[in-house]
Nanobody
Framework: QVQLVESGGGLVQAGGSLRLSCAAS????????IAWFRQAPGKERERVAA????????AYAEPVKGRFAISTDNAKNMVYLQMNSLKPEDTAVYFC????????????WGQGTQVTVSS
């Protein structure tokens, strides 16, 4: 099993920045894809960023392109999401997810961290 623990959420003013961290532990060998998702109240969960476990082939949802950046530190089993120029609509619970398959659903999820952006 893989355990994922997010941290770094909080309250920030619009235009500010936050960096979310995700610590992976357990049987991390074989992880091929990692991603950050978010879910706002009353809305469906959406994937905002994804990459390979080595940080390559990064992809972003349109609303966050140019503002968010996903990165990894494999030596520390860490995944990060740098969020800049934050907007009130970025307010959500952010989740880290991982999978050991090239395609398909993400099998491993963290508990989430709250990000609130005030206007």
């Amino acid at each position: 099993q893989v355990q994922l623990v997010e941290s770094g959420g909080g309250l920030v003013q619009a235009g500010g920045s936050l960096r979310l961290s995700c610590a992976a532990s357990g049987r991390t060998s074989g992880i091929v894809r990692i991603a950050w998702f978010r879910q706002a109240p009353g809305k469906e969960r959406e994937r905002v960023a994804a990459s390979t476990w080595t940080g390559e082939l990064a992809a972003y949802a349109e609303p966050v392109k140019g503002r968010f950046a996903i990165s990894t530190d494999n030596a520390k089993n860490m995944v990060y999401l740098q969020m800049n120029s934050l907007k009130p609509e970025d307010t959500a619970v952010y989740f880290c997810a991982a999978r050991k398959s090239i395609a398909g659903n993400y099998a491993y999820w963290g508990q989430g961290t709250q990000v609130t952006v005030s206007s």
